[in-house]
């Protein structure tokens, strides 16, 4: 039976070393207003921020976790949930929108079985719409990671899911 | 000073007052949702906006503008009254309406302002929020659906509780309160959250379809559990507490409550009370009337002769315990206690010896202007958790530092900058002692007028900050740093609760917290002050009445001790569970069935089920009379409904029984205060007139030290073993009658025993896996709980729980060798 992403999570959850989690702290504990940069090393690390880590800044840092949680809603830029090893962000600008990112996203969807913000099981890959990413010249543009793959089409997107997927 | 004119009126008010004050004040209305007294100024729902001459072309929010010289101010006209009403048609596009079901309709500021301003239909539309309601929890039901957002949750638990339950999580439309993950409360449950929501957001369940607000009768008094003396106002309706009513404008607490007070009351309206008096016949307690049962206690004591001890609970009225003492003297008696004998004697004899006065020397309320706190042993967040409040608002708001003297950490240790010496267990005395001697040692200490200085200075050689350093684990600096910082400050307070489960050097403590008021010149200095706070709701009063072995006469443990091996024959114990509160169990046992057993309770507790008579009392909700807090303020207890079935207040009874004795008694408590205070120190001339909303302060806001006397002190022994048990009170409880009160047992219902995280994973403990200790005496077992707060090897159990037996090995020592059984 495979596991769930709620599976995979609780398992994560359990397993989550806090080393990393430590040495982000250790770094900013004497800095005032440290809880963004601490936050935002801890995301760095681990590609989310789970739960354990709140609870362990919330101790060391001597902030409420709710306030924690309360920032870490507020800011699109945070994660709790676990996120893919790569993280595919479909252009939905207006340029996009016009050449089909749409199509685009649907594909992936397809493809994947994941919508925007939503994360495939084996914790492979994240999809995410977003706003213009500044690349109008190359619509429809997605990107992976770092790299960006413009004037995408259908066939393309799958090229680029296989090779990613080669990659592991 | 600063004058201004609102609506055409003059209104002069201090320069820090907002214009709602300022309004307020002056007498003049200004609706608001988001602003409370006790909070800082927020301004989050827009409804108090007013015109300010100086400031034209756009309105003002009145809560948090402070005045200014001049200022005219127009708090009503028809641009501010379609603004108001334009703020009320925002808040109410999401506001589910549902108002007949809604608990907090007919006293719900919102529904009443929506009434005010006519809002009949609104020109905007708009999603309905559809969130579930938070019903995990017993005591405290959430529906985000009716929040407007005002902030006043998520800021009481921060600003006064310093617990932190919400947050405003999300953004824009999704915004909402929640608690962290957004998951179910858990929390301290104390409340303070339900008495701030301005709608029918945050509601108390118990109190769930019991009554309509305008159905209930209110009644002020004082809550009948700790020693903070927290004025409670009862909703009362069908003879029952029905809830406890929010009021900040009585007593000293500011309307701020733990769960105790709020959720604790359930127990005065309890089915298992007793309602009649019972006699034992044939070996079996049976039901009497009360002149039979009034005929066998007379008898009974007639037959014992001086052979007699009394001893009282701490949460009878000063009245009755007035009556307590007379009764014993009628009875020849000096045989006389309370609250097992022990746990006072820190003020009783440690204050007594040093300064000559038998109480704490200020109130509660300069703890807030204090710039220097040290708190010992306690952590009054638990014991006394108003007081707590109190002294998170003095480090908030004027950046009060704290240093707590403790065995283990807790919410006192985490309040901002909050300077921690954590002990090895017993060596509390130490560390005073040390500060004492950094005091001397770099001359920071005032000793103009000091007696005793020589001894002091002799008896305190050993305890150089190093020295203690060494012994206790605690920093060396630390202990220095406090002793500077105590001399340094203004105004300083220091802090020491006393109580049943915390008897080892009681009297000791006393005279080295006293020691330490001395040298720093705390004690009686205006602004400062030393706290010896009590247990129980009348803990001072029972001091202050005297209900303490006269000079012929034994205390308590002497008393049960002697009943123990049949050299006393007789014992009345009124409103006292010693069976499962006094240390030494086993010998307490014996006292009880040996003596000739008098019991007077409201339950037939398991002291009452050995009684050779049992006499029905009633709690604090069914008597009038006053309580004495730890600060001395006297305040009065109202009754709020009628007692059920034969029941009788301590008060009657002790009517009956002094008139069976052939002596007079005051025949009303009217009568009983009059004739109390004509005869106690520090009460006289009080009338029941001068005890105002405020209560009345015996001996002033600052008691004056009657002596200076310094008394050398010798530490404490710290325990060799590998494990050891550290017994004590628990927030959610106080003594043993809150096990019987339906709020605090739904968040704690039973023993356990804490265990930190390292000793958890040594032991291979699990939260609420079975832990069985073997302790000198014998043994304990109750489920674990995990916890973050102890030191390796340190353990800590709750005495409230008789099931428990924790007082069989508890023998009234500073700290319990355990070994864990495997």
């Known amino acids: 039976m495979t596991e769930t992403a709620e599976q995979v999570a609780e398992k994560t959850e359990e397993e989550i070393d806090l080393g990393p989690a430590n040495k982000v702290i250790d770094k900013y504990l004497d800095m005032s207003g440290n809880l963004m940069p601490v936050l935002q090393g801890i995301q760095e690390e681990y590609g989310y921020i789970p739960e354990e880590t709140v609870h362990l800044t919330a101790e060391r840092l001597n902030v409420y976790a709710s306030q924690i949680y309360g920032v870490l809603t507020f800011y699109a830029q945070f994660h709790l949930e676990p996120r893919g090893k790569y993280i595919i962000r479909v252009c939905m600008g207006t340029a996009c929108h016009v050449k089909g990112a749409g199509r685009i996203g649907d594909t992936i969807k397809e493809r994947l079985g994941i919508g925007h913000a939503e994360t495939t099981e084996d914790l492979l890959f994240t999809a995410e719409y977003v706003a213009c990413i500044g690349a109008c010249g190359m619509a429809p543009v997605i990107m992976v990671n770092d790299a960006t793959y413009g004037s995408i089409t259908v066939q393309k997107t799958d090229e680029v899911i296989e090779k990613y997927k080669a990659m592991g | ?822």
């Open chain 2, 1 to 822: 000073m600063v004058n201004l004119t609102i609506d055409g009126k003059q209104v002069t008010v201090s320069k820090d007052a907002t214009i709602y004050e300022a309004a307020k004040q002056a007498g003049i209305y200004i609706p608001v949702l988001c602003y409370a007294k006790k909070l800082l100024p927020y301004g989050a729902c827009r409804v108090c906006l007013v015109e300010v001459e100086q400031m034209k072309g756009r309105l003002i929010p009145s809560c948090t503008t402070p005045v200014t010289e001049g200022m005219v101010v127009t708090t009503m006209s028809d641009e501010i009254r379609k603004v108001r009403k334009t703020v009320l048609e925002f808040l109410l596009v999401n506001h589910v309406v549902d108002c007949p079901v809604c608990d907090k309709g007919g006293e719900c500021d919102l529904q009443e302002l929506t009434y005010e301003y006519e809002v009949v239909t609104n020109r905007f539309e708009g999603e309905k929020f559809d969130l579930p309601t938070d019903e995990v929890n017993p005591l405290i039901e959430r529906n985000m659906n009716r929040c407007v957002l005002c902030g006043k949750c998520v800021r009481v638990c921060d600003e006064i509780v310093g617990y932190g339950s919400y947050s405003f999580i999300n953004r824009g439309f999704e915004t909402k309160i929640a608690t962290a993950f957004d998951r179910g409360l858990n929390c301290e449950f104390c409340g303070q959250c339900v008495s701030m929501c301005p709608v029918g957001a945050i509601l108390p369940r118990p109190f769930k379809f019991k009554a309509r607000p305008w159905q209930l009768k209110e009644v002020d008094t004082v809550c009948g559990y700790c020693g903070n003396g927290c004025t409670i106002t009862l909703g009362t309706k069908d003879n029952e507490v029905q809830t406890i009513r929010f009021n900040d404008e009585t007593g000293v607490n500011d309307g701020n409550l733990c769960i105790r007070g709020r959720f604790g009351y359930s127990y005065v309206n309890s089915a298992d009370k007793l309602t009649s008096p019972m006699v034992r016949r044939d070996g079996q307690l049976v039901e009497a009337s009360w002149d039979e049962a009034i005929q066998a206690v007379s008898d009974g004591f007639k037959a014992a002769g001086d052979s007699l001890g009394i001893i009282s609970g701490a949460r009878l009225t000063n009245e009755e315990l007035f009556l307590l003492k007379n009764y014993s003297k009628a009875l020849g008696t000096e045989n006389l206690d309370h609250s097992g004998g022990e746990c006072y004697k820190g003020v009783t004899e440690g204050l007594q010896e040093t300064l000559g006065i038998k109480a704490s020397t200020a109130t509660f309320p300069q703890v807030e202007k204090c710039d220097a706190i040290l708190s010992i042993r306690s952590d009054f967040y638990e014991t006394h958790p108003v007081f707590g409040m109190v002294v998170n608002q003095a480090i908030r708001r004027n950046e009060a530092k704290l240093t707590v003297v403790a065995d283990k950490l807790g919410k006192f240790t985490k309040l901002p900058n909050a300077r921690t010496l954590l002990h090895k267990p017993a060596l509390e005395l130490n560390i005073i002692n040390a500060i004492c001697s950094v005091l001397l040692e770099e001359g920071l200490a005032k000793t103009d007028g000091l007696e005793g200085l020589d001894d002091l200075k002799k008896g305190l050689k050993k305890f150089t900050a190093k020295a203690v350093a060494k012994e206790t684990g605690v920093d060396e600096e630390a202990i220095k740093q406090t002793a500077r910082e105590l001399a340094a400050a203004e105004n300083a307070a220091i802090l020491l609760a006393y109580g049943l489960p915390y008897t080892a050097y009681s009297k000791e403590l006393g005279i080295a917290a006293a020691n330490l008021s001395l040298l720093t010149g705390i004690a009686g200095r205006q602004g400062s002050g030393l706290y010896l706070c009590g247990e129980k709701a009348n803990s001072q009063g029972a001091i202050d009445l005297g209900i303490l072995p006269g000079a012929k006469g034994i205390g308590a443990q002497q008393m049960l001790d002697d009943a123990s091996t049949g050299k006393l024959k007789a014992l009345y114990m009124v409103g006292e569970d010693p069976i499962a509160s006094y240390p030494n169990r086993g010998m307490v046992e014996k006292a009880m069935d040996n003596a000739f057993l008098v019991v007077q309770d409201l339950f037939l507790t398991e002291t009452a089920a050995k009684a050779d008579v049992v006499l029905p009392a009633v709690s604090f909700a069914e008597k009038d009379g006053t309580f004495t807090n730890a600060e001395r303020r006297i305040q009065k207890v109202r009754k709020g409904i009628k007692s059920k079935g034969d029941a009788k207040s301590d008060f009657e009874i002790l009517q009956l029984l002094l008139s069976a004795a052939g002596k007079d008694a005051p025949a009303t408590t009217t009568d009983a205060f009059a004739a109390l205070t004509a005869e106690t120190s520090g009460y006289e001339g009080i009338t029941l007139d001068m005890l105002g909303k405020q209560g009345y302060v015996w001996g002033t806001d600052i008691l004056k030290p009657v002596t200076s006397k310094l008394v050398a002190v010798g530490g404490g022994e710290a325990s060799k073993s590998k494990y050891q048990l550290l017994v004590g009170s628990a927030l959610y409880h106080s003594g043993t009658v809150s096990t019987k009160a339906k709020g605090p047992n739904a968040v704690v219902s039973e023993a356990y025993i804490e265990v930190c995280r390292e000793d958890a994973a040594e032991l291979k403990l699990e939260e609420g896996d079975l832990l069985k200790l073997k302790a000198e005496g014998g043994e304990l077992k109750a489920k674990v709980k995990v916890d973050r707060r102890l030191p390796q090897g340190v353990m800590f159990a709750p005495y409230h729980f008789s099931a428990m037996e924790l007082n069989r090995v508890y023998t009234g020592q500073p700290v319990i060798a355990v070994e864990p059984v495997k």
